[in-house]
């Protein structure tokens, strides 16, 4: 088993670390603009005042990060509503897959839910592309979030791979504590949500005995998160055609930072939270026969058809899937007055952005009729 130390470079801070790394904080200017951003009705001073007089991450999140999510959330959606959460154990651990839609938002939201059905908070993975400043680094390991890095040689990647595996099985098993993580490596630009088979082969590392018992250890329950609108929906439009026209093309540091404020400062209308049931040993037992890449497979689909059966649809949904495959089948499922709001809301966001309005418009119905298409599709197996 690797030795705690090892785990010091990704895990998040504990609570006798906090006013160490508060101490930096307040000397980082543009930390400093951020909070005058966020928190436009305190003055630095006082904020500065609060920072300094917590004592514990649970309370740095319950008095810094749960006030400033619960007003973005109030001013930029239509409500937050979940399914499945009241099957779950408050005093159990669980490791949270989902789909992945906004960079911020979606394990904040995760984590409101947490606090406000008696859970304890999760732990957060984040890919180290977006920890753009050391003092974002700081942040983010203070709000109970783990770093997951990328874009590493070969030997160097398998090494971060088992420490990241061991970490994970060793914070679920050992310590009760949840964790959510993405399904794959970044958000899904397309709508169509996929499980990675590395995401699992990296969990799959640090296991000893068999694949059930190995998966069985993480208590795995896949989560489905849906807006009714995406507010960077647009934006991942025009990544699409910057690959299309130059493939290779990356976002930049730049476009993430972007994105993020986008996503928190955009409408997303309603939002939903589908949490499945845990996939424990008796569900994995059965994979125990099958060879090893097999078993990754049948479990990435496992996870994924309770991802795509617990996705929440909202009329902009039905309507993108009859125009993106010109059909009329869910026409009962909206009304004109439906049509008009979801094709109005697509306009204004395309003329945000230049480039090519019909091929940006037909990737933003696919965006949204994706999931439809997913639900229909596990449904029939």
Not at 188 to 209: A, E, H, P, V, Y
Not at 349 to 365: F, K, P
Request: glycine share 4%; with cysteine; aromatic share 10%.
């Amino acid at each position: 088993m690797i030795n705690e130390l090892n785990f010091d470079s990704i895990r998040p801070y504990k609570d006798n670390e906090i006013h160490e790394v508060f101490e930096r904080l307040k000397n980082e200017h543009d930390f400093l603009e951020l909070i005058k951003f966020l928190y436009p009705n305190f003055s630095t001073e006082n904020f500065l005042k609060k920072l300094l007089s917590i004592q514990s991450i649970n309370e740095f999140q319950a008095e810094v990060i749960y006030p400033y999510v619960k007003e973005v959330l109030r001013t930029t959606t239509k409500g937050i509503t979940h399914s499945g959460l009241t099957d779950l154990d408050p005093n159990g651990h669980y490791l949270f897959i989902s789909n992945h839609r906004d960079i911020v938002l979606d394990s904040a939201i995760l984590n409101i839910l947490m606090v406000e059905n008696n859970f304890n908070t999760t732990e957060i993975a984040i890919g180290d592309n977006l920890l753009i400043f050391p003092w974002i680094t700081d942040l983010v390991k203070l709000n109970k979030t783990f770093i997951v890095n990328r874009n590493l040689p070969v030997r160097q990647m398998m090494e971060s791979s088992t420490r990241l595996s061991h970490y994970i099985r060793k914070t679920l098993a050992e310590r009760n504590q949840s964790i959510w993580i993405a399904q794959r490596e970044g958000r899904s630009k397309d709508g169509d949500d996929r499980t990675q088979i590395s995401l699992l082969k990296m969990m799959n590392m640090s296991g000893t005995g068999t694949f059930a018992e190995n998966f069985g250890e993480l208590n795995i329950v896949p989560v489905s998160i849906s807006y009714e609108y995406d507010p960077c929906d647009y934006l991942k439009a025009l990544e699409f055609q910057m690959k299309r026209d130059n493939p290779e093309y990356k976002k930049s540091q730049a476009d993430d930072l972007k994105h993020m404020g986008a996503g928190l400062r955009g409408r997303k209308g309603r939002v939903h939270f589908g949490f499945g049931k845990p996939i424990n040993h008796s569900h994995l037992q059965k994979l125990n026969e099958l060879p090893k890449n097999d078993q990754l497979q049948e479990l990435a689909e496992m996870i994924d058809q309770q991802i795509h059966n617990n996705y929440k649809f909202f009329p902009g949904n039905f309507i993108a899937d009859d125009l993106f495959t010109n059909h009329t089948r869910h026409t009962k499922k909206y009304t004109e007055e439906d049509k008009s709001i979801f094709l109005g809301y697509l306009d204004e966001h395309l003329s945000r952005i230049d480039g090519d309005r019909d091929y940006l418009h037909n990737v933003l119905l696919e965006m949204y009729a994706n999931p439809v298409k997913n639900f229909y599709t596990s449904d029939e197996k």
